[in-house]
């Protein structure tokens, strides 16, 4: 009876299908046929839910790829899951899916704990329970599944993440007092000047990797101090440079080919 049912809604679900709601439909698909595995052990997954694909609240500070919220941060008492877009196949879509639904079937309060790990193993999730995946059966399962509701009808996203501007230090010769400052900043005004002692800080170390890049900017450096013409002795930045300069020649990580190549 249970599992006509089932059928009953996937063929509702079908018919309704428009090409704007074909993943949401087959999420649909995916959880009515997870509320009779569930049963099958003894679980009843609450009616009471909705789920998406999106950003789980933590994948940029744990790597979620799932998350389950509680009823009582919800202003309808609904829990809502959230799957992540990065995921790039079915089948590991209903096992995060089936993850959080074992979440909202025990309740979010006892975490990870033996309610959740005696629901989780049964339904076929295996290893960790902070991050299980399929267990044989379970893939087994979910193979056959998607031979019913058909793959998974979307694409994936892929979060690039862009590089944070490089902080160079500066620091204070007396007293060592430190701050970081942008490479934009410290071209235009400087090393700022420390406030203890009232002197230019110097930096810490050189703002260039490679050879060729630490070249460059020793004689930018070096021309912007010409053209300044009235500050006495090198600046900071240049002395740092040329420090830098002479430590790798001394080194051998420096030699006059570098020199040659950078001004061709």
């Keep these: ?113 033996k309610p959740f790990r005696d629901c989780a193993l049964k339904i076929g999730l295996v ?44 620091e204070c010769s007396r007293c060592g007092y430190t701050v970081r400052i942008t490479r934009k900043w410290l071209t235009i005004a400087g090393p700022p000047i420390c406030p203890t002692d009232h002197i230019r800080l110097t930096l810490a170390a050189a703002p260039a990797t490679s050879n060729a890049e630490l070249i460059t900017e020793f004689e930018r450096a070096y021309e912007q101090q010409q053209m300044s013409g009235d500050v006495p002795g090198p600046s900071s930045r240049l002395k740092a440079l040329n420090d830098e300069i002479t430590r790798r020649e001394r080194c051998g990580q420096l030699t006059e080919a570098d020199w040659k190549i950078s001004r061709h």
């Design 127 to 170: 290893g960790p329970m902070r991050a299980t995946t399929a267990g044989t059966e379970f893939q087994a399962w979910a193979e056959a599944l998607m031979q019913r509701i058909g793959p998974y009808p979307a694409g994936y996203l892929i979060d690039v993440k862009k590089q944070s501007t490089r902080l160079l230090k500066c």
């Design 1 to 113: 009876m249970a599992q006509q049912q089932t059928r009953e809604r996937e063929a509702t679900f079908i018919r309704r299908a428009t090409s704007s709601s074909e993943r949401q439909q087959w999420l649909e698909l995916a959880v009515e046929a997870l509320r009779a595995r569930f049963a099958a052990v003894g679980y009843v997954i609450p009616m009471e839910i909705r789920f998406a694909i999106g950003w789980p609240k933590r994948a940029t500070t744990c790597g979620a790829v799932g998350e389950c919220w509680a009823t009582s941060a919800s202003s309808d008492r609904h829990a809502e899951l959230f799957v992540s877009p990065e995921l790039t196949e079915g089948a590991r879509i209903l096992d995060v899916l089936a993850h959080e639904l074992v979440h909202a079937t025990v309740g979010t309060g006892v975490g990870h704990k």
